[in-house]
């Protein structure tokens, strides 16, 4: 078996010369690594190596150019190709990055051998991102992509079941040598830089970009918490559905008055996620002193900066004008007009005040979170004691979960389904008192199942 | 969910630039949400014969058992508001490089098929979209049947790119 780099035809399809240095790098610059090419070789130029580095990737790539742990193997070519490159079928090489493919496939080429094909034009310059471990994104630069199919391509000339995970927890070992973060070798999800990841159109846009720390945050919480079980994640696709039925038009009004881009922001999305943070520690983390939690986020000088007591203030008097439609009417009317023109957010204001009286979903999982969080700063700032401020925040939140949307995915669980979600839901209703409201609106929705939510009840 | 086509390909636009040319493919969308559709090709097919581009921005053609499943990547979106008009533009090379099929070659000698695309007169153009953006789901299906999911209507149009060419000259 040998490792082959495929020569360039003529034709200006392959780049020897990029393969040869991806695989350098692979070999962590070891000297020991070379090529020979022999024109009348069809497959193409055959590599070398006389290991001396000893890090992982060098050493898979010693076994795969010298065979060290298996015999009569097929031969792998490598294929560098650039941003214009099909595969037969037509597949374009920018959905996919990289592939390997092994003998036998009828997207491969040869009869004889393991191929893989990479693009080592990085998208065509736009760079191809990966989910990164513990969250976020990540790059998935050339070398990377190469190491990430040799390692399907050495699973497939040692017999092992080649799949994405394996792959991808090889990959991490190149991603150390190069001294970047680590792939999150459960997902196997990856895009071309301009074709990001949809998660928050409005997060996107007033922080400036789909990979902000706002977004990820928001990320984070959709994957992690959020999409649990199958009400989670039917309730989750609802408040999807809705949230893009609301989001385009806030864009509008931020494209038609600038200024709207950053109080969107202020008012709305960070709030949102201060709000979310406080629910996930209060929840999640069981943790009932959330003044504290408060506290360390007044320390973070990027909110202690913006949220004065005054401007809370402002704050809410333009939540309350949402939920009562009466922006003009009011003594903050003239501070607002001080910023300058407000059509737009006269405009916001009403829209969100439509919106949030039709749609469940978006009041209770946006406007009512960051409405909270606003009001529970006010009352942080404004001094009042910490004892006073942890019973209004859990009296708070225990009403808010127990008005958590009854999903119409109720109505298809079986009993022994049902208890499964309500034991669930145990970590967002915490006290006995949001249990039995929930249980109500529960059962007024679909009956059949009083008797699970009764000994669901009854079991403390 | 979408249940129906929405999404009308009303024309084809196409310009040359130094290093690739643009089709830039108008489109409207007939309900009042925003509609998510695909932006970039997914497979790009060829006939210098008849000199048609048949554009495939979908997943559907791609088999459930394909080495691809998993490698398919979020494609680019456009979002065209609701009830309103847009413009998809695709950044195309002029020239593609297709490897062939060993049953094309005999399996004997590795074989590219150059492509120009750029002297296309016909453009066939699929697209799926769906009424929310996509979003993977880790640890649920694979990448190809998320994609399928998603993007579950296509809509389809044939476009003459000759005549326009020929008012050109």
Aim: proline letters at 3%.
């Amino acid at each position: 078996m040998a490792l082959y780099m495929a020569r360039d035809d003529g034709t200006g399809s392959f780049f020897p010369d990029v393969a040869f240095i991806d695989l350098f790098r692979i070999s962590n610059i070891d000297t020991g690594f070379g090529e020979t090419d022999n024109a009348a070789d069809p497959k193409g130029i055959i590599t070398t190596y006389a290991r001396t580095d000893g890090g992982i990737p060098a050493l898979r790539l010693d076994d795969l150019v010298n065979n060290l742990t298996y015999t009569s193997p097929p031969d792998i070519i490598v294929f560098a190709v650039r941003g214009s490159f099909t595969l037969s079928d037509g597949t374009a090489i920018t959905s996919i990055a990289g592939i390997a493919i092994p003998v036998g496939d009828s997207l491969n080429p040869t009869t004889a051998d393991v191929v893989t094909f990479y693009d080592s034009s990085e998208c065509n310059g736009n760079g191809y991102i990966v989910d990164m471990e513990g969250g976020g994104h990540t790059g998935f630069p050339p070398p990377v992509i190469l190491y990430h199919e040799l390692a399907h391509c050495f699973h497939f000339v040692t017999g092992v079941a080649s799949t994405e995970p394996l792959a991808e927890a090889d990959e991490n070992d190149m991603r150390d040598q190069m001294g970047i973060n680590h792939r999150d070798a459960s997902s196997h999800w990856g895009t071309c830089g301009g074709g990001a990841e949809s998660c928050c159109v409005v997060a996107s846009v007033t922080t400036g970009s789909p990979f902000s720390k706002e977004v990820n945050e928001l990320r984070n919480i959709r994957d992690n918490l959020l999409r649990q079980g199958k009400v989670g994640e039917e309730f989750f696709n609802s408040l999807h559905y809705s949230y893009y039925a609301f989001s385009p038009e806030v864009c509008r009004l931020m494209g038609t008055y600038n200024y709207l881009y950053e109080l969107v922001r202020i008012y709305f999305v960070v709030p949102l996620i201060m709000g979310l943070k406080l629910i996930i520690d209060y929840t999640k983390n069981n943790n009932d002193n959330l003044f504290n939690t408060l506290k360390t986020q007044f320390n973070d000088e990027n909110i202690n900066n913006v949220y004065s007591l005054e401007f809370i203030k402002i704050m809410r008097y333009y939540i309350s004008s949402i939920k009562n439609g009466k922006l003009n009417e009011s003594e903050m009317f003239s501070e607002l007009s001080k910023r300058g023109n407000i059509n737009g957010l006269g405009q916001l204001a009403e829209y969100l005040r439509d919106f949030t009286e039709n749609d469940g979903y978006i009041k209770w999982a946006l406007f009512d979170v960051a409405d909270m969080w606003t009001e529970a700063s006010g009352m942080f700032l404004s001094g009042i004691d910490e004892a006073e401020i942890n019973v209004s925040l859990k009296n708070k939140f225990d009403n808010w979960t127990a008005e958590v949307p009854v999903d119409k995915v109720w109505a298809e669980l079986s009993p022994i389904e049902a208890q499964d979600e309500l034991e669930k839901l145990e970590l967002l209703l915490k006290s006995q008192t949001s249990r039995e409201k929930f249980a109500r609106r529960l059962t007024a929705s679909f009956s059949k199942h009083e008797n699970v939510v009764r000994q669901w009840l009854n079991k403390k | 969910m979408l249940e129906k086509e929405v999404l009308k390909l009303d024309s084809i636009e196409e310009e040359m630039e130094d290093d690739h040319f643009l089709i830039k493919l108008k489109v409207s969308n007939s309900i009042d949400r925003t509609v998510y559709a695909y932006s970039s090709p997914r497979k790009i097919l060829y006939d210098p014969a008849t000199k048609t581009l048949n554009l495939i921005l979908h997943d559907h053609d791609v088999a459930e058992n394909s080495i691809l499943t998993n490698h398919l990547l979020e494609p680019a979106v456009k979002q065209v508001a609701g009830n309103s008009e847009g413009e998809i533009k695709l950044k195309l090379p002029k020239v593609i490089h297709r490897i062939k099929s060993a049953a094309e070659t005999g399996g004997g000698k590795i074989e590219v098929e150059l492509l120009n695309i750029q002297d296309a007169e016909n453009v066939n153009v699929e697209i799926a979209y769906q009424d929310t953006p996509f979003y993977y789901k880790p640890g649920k299906k694979n990448n190809l049947a998320q994609l399928k999911q998603w993007g579950g209507i296509i809509s389809k149009a044939k476009f003459d790119l000759k005549k326009r060419k020929k008012d050109r000259e």
